[in-house]
């Protein structure tokens, strides 16, 4: 897992890398497609002209403006959402409600972003900020609806528009379209921000390894059911995601089963055949039985031996069989060679 994470992020350096050289050798004359962000100065002014025609002009609202455009640190967008904020009730609510985390989230569209009546950059501008606030909640259904309302041309940084629409079709497993956004966003936006570039790339690399029936797929679709619930949505829509999971949980059993089986069947075939025993006879004696002196002496003698081992036990024949099954046994004891001895043959006559 710790190389995966190496690897991604090298993959990550280097194709931002490639990303910054191509953008140094593009030629002096920009194309249509260029998004460039609105400088600082030209924001402040387009804010404040936008303060004064809603009519907030009076000292203290002013001197807001002013302390919000001095904090540097922050970015452009955070400060129009703070002068939207001071010049107007809906959109101060709207921001409040989405920054706070006990606040329930919005199931549609706020009607301030559907009117047309209102001024273009306060819209837009206002669009962009309240939909990464709720990237941040991980709302993103009601996000990129909102961002659907305007353009990245028509914000004063496109960058942000298009990597925070990008982070909502990524969390929404939409493949294909946050590859098409991130595409822009690397190869429009000259001045895009490094961090903007570094995330984009890694969802890309992300979903270059996604498979639509794995193991891989049927998480990321468990990750976005447990997404739903926590936002306290419990719909006909999760319920939809859920029956999606079962379903493809059910072919991966039914497809590992299966492979088990066509293994089962390729291990039994190259298995050699054991070919079975011959069943005892009357000649042969079935294993395990107990054999007499004079069988186990006829049966070491061999065809080698001479014809009188094999002859008919008679009873002398049976009881010199026995002496001398006797002696070999005494001899193996002390491990010594058993061979009769003229003692033993003379003793049993």
Not at 125 to 132: D, K
Request: net charge positive; charged share 25%.
């Amino acid at each position: 897992m710790k190389s995966l994470r190496w690897f991604l992020a090298l993959a990550a350096v280097a194709l931002v890398g490639g990303v910054a050289q191509a953008q140094n050798t593009k030629p002096a004359a920009a194309s249509f497609s260029v998004l460039s962000a609105m400088e600082t100065d030209k924001a402040q002014a387009e804010a404040k002209a936008w303060l004064t025609q809603a009519g907030k002009t009076d000292a203290a609202t002013l001197q807001k403006f002013e302390a919000i455009w001095k904090q540097t640190n922050r970015t452009v967008l955070d400060r129009l959402a703070e002068t939207f904020a001071l010049g107007n009730a809906d959109a101060a609510k709207l921001i409040a409600d989405a920054r706070n985390l006990a606040a329930p989230a919005p199931t549609a569209v706020p009607d301030l972003f559907k009117n047309e009546k209102l001024s273009p950059f306060f819209r837009s501008n206002l669009a962009v900020a309240y939909a990464n606030l709720l990237t941040h909640r991980r709302v993103f259904e009601e996000a990129l609806d909102v961002l659907k309302t305007t353009k990245a041309s028509q914000v004063a940084d496109p960058g942000a528009y298009l990597f925070c629409k990008a982070i909502c079709e990524h969390g929404l497993l939409q493949k294909e379209e946050a590859k098409g956004t991130i595409d822009r966003l690397l190869a429009d936006v000259p001045d895009v921000q490094e961090r903007y570039k570094t995330v984009g790339v890694l969802m890309l690399l992300d979903m270059e390894m996604w498979k639509s029936k794995d193991l891989g797929a049927v998480a990321r679709l468990m990750e976005n059911s447990e997404r739903m619930l926590k936002l306290a949505r419990a719909g006909d829509k999760t319920k939809g995601v859920q029956k999606e999971i079962i379903y493809r949980l059910d072919e991966l059993i039914k497809e590992m089963e299966k492979q088990a089986k066509d293994k089962d069947a390729m291990t039994a075939t190259a298995r050699p055949t054991r070919t079975a025993a011959p069943a005892p006879t009357a000649a042969s004696p079935a294993a395990g039985a107990v054999k007499s002196p004079a069988t186990s002496l006829a049966t070491r003698a061999g065809p080698t031996r001479p014809a009188r081992c094999r002859r008919a036990s008679s009873p002398r024949t049976v009881a010199r069989a026995r002496l001398i099954w006797s002696s070999c046994a005494r001899r193996w004891s002390s491990g010594a060679t058993c061979r009769p001895t003229n003692a033993s043959r003379s003793s049993s006559s």
